[in-house]
């Protein structure tokens, strides 16, 4: 049987739980907004120099991010839109490889504000005859990785709500 580089990934799966003190209507615009999503996806608007999305099923979203005269694009396709309660999209960086991970994004309103359960089923590619000790570090390697970019993420998120809940 030939082996196919598909056949060579595992996933794994990271789950983070945010409270915002915004209506969920709020949250969920900052994930469909271009202009909202300039602010805080990938890093900020000052390096973020496109940011563009179709939010409807099977649309599109981009966001080109250059830091160091180097171009970061990340992109994706909208598989699930449930304004202001859920969202479910791809997520994929293709200068660094071929994974597609997919994002969930679960809204609940708590109290005045909401709470955000964030979900990303991570790919992770590995070499062929790699063994178990070497899928596992890479697993946590991505996890561990994808943990603290998203942590950084949504603190500007956090931050830029707060200035418009202010600002209104």
């Keep these: 049987m030939h082996e196919t580089k598909e056949d060579h990934a595992s996933y794994t799966t990271l789950t983070m739980v945010r409270q915002f003190d915004v209506k969920p209507e709020r949250l969920f615009d900052a994930w469909i907004n271009p202009q909202m999503m300039r602010k805080w996806l990938m890093t900020m608007e000052a390096t973020n120099k496109v940011a563009t999305c179709d939010p409807r099923v099977g649309g599109k979203w981009e966001i080109v991010d250059v830091r160091d005269g180097v171009e970061y694009r990340a992109i994706g396709e909208y598989l699930e839109i449930d304004p202001p ?3 479910v999209l791809t997520f994929r960086m293709p200068q660094f490889n071929d994974s597609v991970d997919t994002l969930t ?11 955000m359960v964030f979900t990303q089923v991570i790919r992770v590619p590995h070499e062929e005859g790699w063994r178990e000790a070497e899928i596992a570090r890479a697993m946590q390697e991505y996890h561990d990785g994808s943990q603290h970019g998203w942590n950084l993420m949504f603190v500007g998120l956090q931050q830029l709500l707060k200035a418009q809940e202010n600002e209104d």
Excluded at 105 to 115: A, F, H, R, S
């Design 105 to 115: 994004v679960e809204i609940k309103p708590l109290g005045k504000g909401c709470e």
């Design 85 to 87: 309660h859920k969202l």
